[in-house]
């Protein structure tokens, strides 16, 4: 029985990995979670793990966090990074990266869960 509270994405976070979806058939890689392949409709799908270095492609600098929780951190940054397996994930960074800089993924124990945070390579 898989715990409905866990996930492999926030359980890689924990781990330290960045995990992605891929294609058992053609090898697709997925973008964010999906039931079925974007490219052959198949319906195997299972998580990777990914190396961690990624190129930002947008930069949003938050100054009033939306909750509580996250108010700790703010001012914070974050980013739509492209893993150089291909997909986008969206993660914190560190302050003042740029749209085109190489980051590699980084581990942020916040509260009971690990925020993705980008650092520059
Ligand atoms: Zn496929």
Redesign the pocket.
């Known amino acids: 029985m898989s715990d409905p509270a866990r996930h492999p994405y926030t359980d890689g976070l924990d781990a330290g990995v960045v995990r992605y979806q891929c294609?058992?058939?053609?090898?697709?890689w997925q973008p964010l979670e999906r039931h079925a392949?974007?490219?052959?409709?198949?319906l195997q799908l299972h998580w990777r793990d990914a190396g961690g270095l990624a190129t930002v492609y947008a930069v949003t600098e938050i100054s009033r966090a939306p909750t509580e929780a996250f108010r700790a951190l703010a001012p914070y940054t974050l980013v739509l990074a492209t893993l150089d397996e291909g997909p986008r994930v969206m993660g914190h960074a560190e302050p003042g990266v740029a749209i085109g800089e190489r980051v590699r993924a980084g581990f942020l124990r916040f509260g009971e869960a690990t925020l993705l945070r980008f650092l520059r390579e």
Do not use: N
């Open positions: 294609c058992d058939g053609c090898g697709a392949c974007r490219a052959c409709g198949c």
